[in-house]
Nanobody, 115 residues
Framework: QVQVVESGGGLGQPGGSLRLSCAASGSIFSINIMAWYRQAPGKQREFVAQIQGGDSTTYRDSVKGRFTISKDNAKNTVYLQMNSLKPEDTAVYYC?????????WGQGTQVTVSS
């Protein structure tokens, strides 16, 4: 089993920044993809960004140029640097880890963007 724990959420101001972290632990042998999703109230969960084994990254259009995903392989940790925050970025952010065809999710961390 793989455990996934997010941290770093909180209150951010419009135009401000927040950094999320996601640490994977447990039976780690070869993580294929680490990704961030988010779910706003009353909406479906949506893809935000992912980083693959070769450090290839993908972003949803609305966060391109504002969010940056990165990872520390030694720590099995992925980060999401969120800059130029907008109120519409308010959501619970979830980290997912894909390994060996299995998908593991964290419990989520709340991000609220408000003045």
């Amino acid at each position: 089993q793989v455990q996934v724990v997010e941290s770093g959420g909180g209150l951010g101001q419009p135009g401000g920044s927040l950094r999320l972290s996601c640490a994977a632990s447990g039976s780690i042998f070869s993580i294929n993809i680490m990704a961030w999703y988010r779910q706003a109230p009353g909406k479906q969960r949506e893809f935000v960004a992912q980083i693959q084994g070769g450090d290839s990254t993908t972003y949803r259009d609305s966060v391109k140029g504002r969010f940056t995903i990165s990872k520390d392989n030694a720590k099995n940790t992925v980060y999401l640097q969120m800059n130029s925050l907008k109120p519409e970025d308010t959501a619970v952010y979830y980290c997912s880890v894909i390994q060996g065809g299995a998908v593991y999710w964290g419990q989520g961390t709340q991000v609220t963007v408000s003045s």
